[in-house]
């Protein structure tokens, strides 16, 4: 073969592989959209099988949603809910609620398709949960006079700590507390109100409402430091597990993008933080 022909067929070979390379992006990409519209759908048929997206949102936790003007919910879950609603093409119900408690007993009898709560072993019998996307800090709420000074204090018998019903605070101090009694207030709001009322010894909730409690009562402080780390991550229904797997990418994308740090900044939320990527309970 003279020397421009053997050059040509090179190009020739060259280019049929390009072409072929390129192909094969081309029909992988295809397949990755193909798959990931797929995906959608699914969590779309189980998201809004009542024809539209029932959201619970608790305003038993001031760092996830609070009333605003009008008392229109508002918050980083707020927000969340409704994109995800957009992206997957659904009209959205915003399904409030005032504890923790009532939230998951809603989720387990179907009542919402997802949830916005903290992560916990006891929760998983009944529900789906994606990552977390913000991690939030549980705290002791004592009397000035009180001669507690660490966290390590409460747990003596004597002591009693009220907690909201429920709530994680609730669930991860039954099991961890060994000496202290619990006492239980309705809701978390009202653990500080409830303290207050029966002189009990320690509150425990989420820092940012027992630092606004203190700011509002008086005559009260917080231990220093935390008791407990809390996941807040997105649950839905047990079994729904096309709901899940979407909601699981929808919660990572929405902390990669900054979309999750913004809500916060937003909504004037501080002492919170985003979740890790990745992360899980």
Partial sequence: MTQPGFLRAMRHTIDRRAFCAAGGLLLAGCADTTARASSQAAAAAQLGATGKLRAAINFGNPILAKRGAGDAP??????????????????????????????????????????????????????????????????????????????????????????????????????????????????????????????????AGVRQQLEADATRVGGVRLLPGRFMVIEQAVGVPKGRTAAQAWLSGFIEEMKASGFVADALRRHGVE???????????
């Fill in 74 to 203: 508002q918050g980083v879950s707020v927000d969340l809910a409704r994109e995800a609603a957009r992206r997957l093409g659904l009209p959205i119900e915003l399904v409030q609620f005032n504890s923790a408690g009532n939230v998951v007993e809603a989720v387990k009898a179907r009542q919402v398709d997802m949830a916005f709560v903290a992560i916990d072993p006891v929760r998983a019998a009944d529900m789906e949960y994606t990552a977390p996307y913000v991690i939030i800090e549980g705290a002791y709420l004592v009397r000035s006079a009180s001669p507690l000074q660490r966290n390590a204090d409460v747990d003596r018998a004597g002591n009693r700590v009220v907690v909201g019903r429920g709530s994680a605070y609730d669930l991860y101090l039954t099991r961890e507390l060994k000496a202290a009694t619990l006492v239980r207030a309705p809701t978390s709001p009202e653990v500080t109100n409830q303290f207050l009322a029966q002189n009990l010894e320690v509150a």
């Fill in 271 to 281: 002492g919170a933080a985003v979740a890790p990527r990745g992360s899980g309970g």
